[in-house]
């Protein structure tokens, strides 16, 4: 449980810097810096992305012992991939093709997906083998190089360039900080499989092509955007939905960090079933941590903007983000609770499915929705998009896969944010600030807590009683 930590350092290290950069760059070089970023996360995720999971699937410290041609497979395959990277990166760079935005860009786009891929990569093999202190040290080394170079390099350079290229330095620089946990034995290239690969590989393509879909709709956006009102709009909406989705993914993946692994670990030693059963009570937990946390966010969104968000993009920030909050729960669920019920069954289909949905949705959505003078019209359309993809995923897990949490988690978590709710709206009406934000996550917390453990949500009262008898033990035992 120690991983969450550093998951949410990480979490928060990322959200701090993406404001800074916003800060540094303003709303239409922001919007150049965010349209590569779209760029390098597609790239990412439809190159490098199924090494990624099979490594948090099929690999573990038993593996690590006993089966070093898994390690070896992972090494190899990421190797090749990122060789063809370095190369089109380089050829984009010299042959400068027509593009939707700059040659210099998308050639950076590119070397920022390969140097993210590759962190993401290292992490996911420390995670599978719950190395915390290794996880740990990966985060803080990344982040800590990035306050320093994206975000010094922005401020001095107001350079979308420049934070792109102090990106990749700051990965660079963190994996030369662990590279002994990183480096195996035994797992020269020459010890790869075949068939191993192609396993790895038939095993992620379904998820890829899914989050790939999803993962187009705010690229399509911004690049509609662009053209239709220019860079300063795509960085205005950009900003509000990329710190909406860090705020929800940070709580949605640290938790599920640890549930999937235990959920996988439970397949390996117990069998099929007992993974089911797991998946369910994550299901249950997901819902619960997320609902409120959307809430929550858009509770404090007055005094967080006045707070944090850079000046250049208030107004407009609390506009976007209030019309993309139910985007926000719907894109939290799907990525961290109800996938995961799928990819524990091996039924991928769904999620493909769902995305084209979802990605139709969008589309379907901006030729409808009115014309707008700024951006209302695209966040209007992401929202739906992602609820669109979140309804179908649902409904398909009803028909195939009865993995459901218990309605007393689903009830009770919507009952307890209701009261959240409630409170958290008389305390809007006062003036925002500190004092406010601090009041309105203290009672709010305080509140949703209170109704979860009376409501037993999630299973909150046994945690809580074996945490507090793990601790009356450990101090009768000192």
Same mark, same amino acid.
């Given at each position: 449980?120690?991983?969450?930590?550093?998951?949410?350092?990480?979490?928060?290290?990322?959200?701090?810097?993406?404001?800074?950069?916003?800060?540094?760059?303003?709303?239409?070089?922001?919007?150049?810096?965010?349209?590569?970023?779209?760029?390098?996360?597609?790239?990412?995720?439809?190159?490098?992305?199924?090494?990624?999971?099979?490594?948090?699937?099929?690999?573990?410290?038993?593996?690590?012992?006993?089966?070093?041609?898994?390690?070896?497979?992972?090494?190899?395959?990421?190797?090749?991939?990122?060789?063809? =990277?370095? !190369?089109? &990166?380089?050829?984009?760079?010299?042959?400068?093709?027509? #593009?939707? %935005? $700059?040659?210099?860009?998308? @050639? *950076?786009?590119?070397?920022?997906?390969?140097?993210?891929?590759?962190?993401?990569?290292?992490? =996911?093999? !420390?995670? &599978?083998?719950?190395?915390?202190?290794?996880?740990?040290? #990966?985060? %803080? $080394?990344?982040?800590?190089? @990035? *306050?320093?170079?994206?975000?010094?390099?922005?401020?001095?350079?107001?350079?979308?360039?420049? =934070?792109? !290229?102090?990106?990749?330095?700051?990965?660079?620089?963190?994996?030369?900080?662990?590279?002994?946990?990183?480096?195996?034995?035994?797992?020269?290239?020459?010890?790869?499989?075949?068939?191993?690969?192609?396993?790895?590989? =038939?095993?992620?393509?379904?998820?890829?092509?899914?989050?790939?879909?999803?993962?187009?709709?705010?690229?399509?956006?911004?690049?509609?955007?662009?053209?239709?009102?220019?860079?300063?709009?795509?960085?205005?909406?950009?900003?509000?939905?990329?710190?909406?989705?860090?705020?929800?993914?940070?709580?949605?993946?640290?938790?599920?960090?640890?549930?999937?692994?235990?959920?996988?670990?439970?397949?390996?030693?117990?069998?099929?079933?007992?993974?089911?059963?797991?998946?369910?009570?994550?299901?249950?937990?997901?819902?619960?941590?997320?609902?409120?946390?959307?809430?929550?966010?858009?509770?404090?969104?007055?005094?967080?903007?006045?707070?944090?968000?850079?000046?250049?993009?208030?107004?407009?920030?609390?506009?976007?983000?209030?019309?993309?909050?139910?985007?926000?729960?719907?894109?939290?669920?799907?990525?961290?609770?109800?996938?995961?019920?799928?990819?524990?069954?091996?039924?991928?289909?769904?999620?493909?499915?769902?995305?084209?949905?979802?990605?139709?949705?969008?589309?379907?959505?901006?030729?409808?929705?009115?014309?707008?003078?700024?951006?209302?019209?695209?966040?209007?359309?992401?929202?739906?998009?992602?609820?669109?993809?979140?309804?179908?995923?649902?409904?398909?897990?009803?028909?195939?896969?009865?993995?459901?949490?218990?309605?007393?988690?689903?009830?009770?978590?919507?009952?307890?944010?209701?009261?959240?709710?409630?409170?958290?709206?008389?305390?809007?009406?006062?003036?925002?600030?500190?004092?406010?934000?601090?009041?309105?996550?203290?009672?709010?917390?305080?509140?949703?807590?209170?109704?979860?453990?009376?409501?037993?949500?999630?299973?909150?009262?046994?945690?809580?009683?074996?945490?507090?008898?793990?601790?009356?033990?450990?101090?009768?035992?000192?």
């Amino acid at each position: 449980m120690r991983l969450i930590l550093p998951f949410l350092l990480n979490s928060l290290l990322n959200f701090a810097v993406g404001l800074l950069v916003a800060k540094a760059l303003g709303p239409s070089e922001y919007g150049r810096f965010m349209l590569a970023l779209a760029i390098a996360v597609v790239v990412q995720t439809l190159v490098f992305d199924w090494l990624r999971l099979a490594a948090t699937r099929f690999y573990s410290e038993r593996d690590r012992r006993e089966r070093p041609q898994i390690r070896a497979t992972l090494d190899s395959a990421f190797a090749a991939l990122a060789a063809v =990277a370095v !190369v089109l &990166a380089l050829a984009i760079w010299t042959l400068r093709p027509a #593009l939707p %935005i $700059a040659s210099d860009l998308a @050639a *950076l786009a590119i070397g920022v997906s390969l140097a993210n891929a590759l962190f993401d990569f290292a992490t =996911a093999i !420390v995670r &599978a083998r719950f190395q915390d202190r290794a996880y740990a040290v #990966l985060v %803080i $080394a990344k982040n800590s190089l @990035a *306050l320093l170079l994206t975000v010094g390099g922005a401020f001095l350079f107001h350079s979308a360039k420049v =934070a792109l !290229v102090g990106m990749m330095i700051s990965v660079a620089g963190c994996l030369v900080a662990g590279r002994r946990t990183l480096m195996e034995p035994d797992t020269g290239f020459g010890r790869s499989e075949g068939a191993l690969m192609r396993r790895f590989l =038939a095993y992620g393509l379904p998820i890829i092509f899914a989050a790939v879909l999803y993962q187009l709709v705010p690229l399509a956006n911004r690049t509609l955007l662009s053209h239709v009102d220019g860079f300063a709009q795509v960085g205005l909406l950009s900003l509000a939905f990329e710190t909406g989705v860090r705020i929800v993914g940070a709580i949605g993946s640290a938790i599920d960090v640890v549930l999937f692994q235990i959920a996988v670990r439970a397949e390996q030693t117990d069998g099929a079933e007992a993974a089911r059963a797991q998946i369910s009570r994550n299901l249950g937990a997901v819902f619960a941590i997320v609902l409120p946390a959307v809430a929550g966010a858009w509770l404090i969104l007055p005094s967080f903007e006045a707070l944090f968000v850079p000046e250049s993009f208030r107004g407009a920030y609390g506009r976007y983000f209030t019309l993309m909050t139910p985007g926000l729960f719907a894109f939290a669920m799907m990525n961290y609770g109800v996938n995961t019920a799928f990819q524990l069954a091996h039924r991928l289909t769904p999620l493909v499915l769902a995305a084209f949905i979802a990605f139709f949705a969008d589309f379907l959505a901006l030729a409808l929705l009115p014309p707008t003078a700024d951006a209302t019209r695209f966040a209007l359309a992401q929202s739906i998009s992602s609820m669109s993809g979140l309804v179908a995923l649902v409904a398909m897990l009803f028909l195939l896969e009865p993995m459901w949490p218990r309605a007393r988690d689903i009830l009770g978590a919507a009952a307890a944010t209701g009261a959240m709710l409630a409170t958290g709206l008389v305390l809007r009406g006062l003036p925002p600030g500190a004092t406010t934000l601090a009041l309105q996550i203290g009672m709010g917390a305080a509140i949703y807590a209170a109704l979860a453990y009376a409501l037993d949500v999630a299973g909150l009262r046994g945690v809580a009683r074996a945490r507090l008898s793990e601790e009356q033990s450990r101090l009768e035992n000192v």
